[in-house]
């Protein structure tokens, strides 16, 4: 897309850069706004450095990396879902409150299987 709201975009590159750039802010957005989203951050840096004290294989990273990147998607994406119900109604509301549950539901549900996935790799490792 060659345009957007007011004319601000001007060429396709801009463009791109533009979108990195938004994208960076709602990271960086999420990792100061949100408590759970500094806890994840910093236990994958722990992970990543036991990884490296024990040798993981590369399979093992692939697996870490992937349920790593899986958890902090879905709670970047729990992040906009909150902040889009809270723009829609600051009031109370029963869709509100499934909304914001279902996808806090979707980051746990990942979280679980993240925990499940770093036993596995790491329990035979560690004993
Ligand atoms: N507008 C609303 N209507 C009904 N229930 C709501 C509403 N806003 C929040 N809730 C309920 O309160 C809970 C906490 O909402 P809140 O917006 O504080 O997010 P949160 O779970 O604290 O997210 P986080 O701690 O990750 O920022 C929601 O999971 C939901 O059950």
């Known amino acids: 897309m060659s345009s957007d709201y007011n004319g601000k975009r001007t060429s396709k590159s801009s463009g791109v850069l533009h979108s990195f750039r938004y994208a ?32 993981l294989t590369p399979m093992e990273w692939l697996f870490i990396v992937f349920t790593i990147g899986g958890v902090i998607t879905l709670e970047l994406l729990n992040t906009a879902i909150e902040r889009l119900v ?42």
């Open 24 to 55: 960076l802010q709602g990271i960086i957005h999420a990792f100061l706004k949100e408590r759970n989203m500094k806890i994840h951050v910093v236990i994958s840096i722990l992970v990543m450095i036991v990884g490296m004290a024990v040798k």
């Open 86 to 127: 809270d723009l829609v109604t600051p009031d109370f509301h029963p869709l509100a409150k499934q909304a914001k549950d279902v996808s806090a539901g979707a980051v746990l549900i990942f979280s679980i299987v993240a925990v499940i996935i770093g036993l596995i790799i790491f329990i035979p490792k560690i004993f």
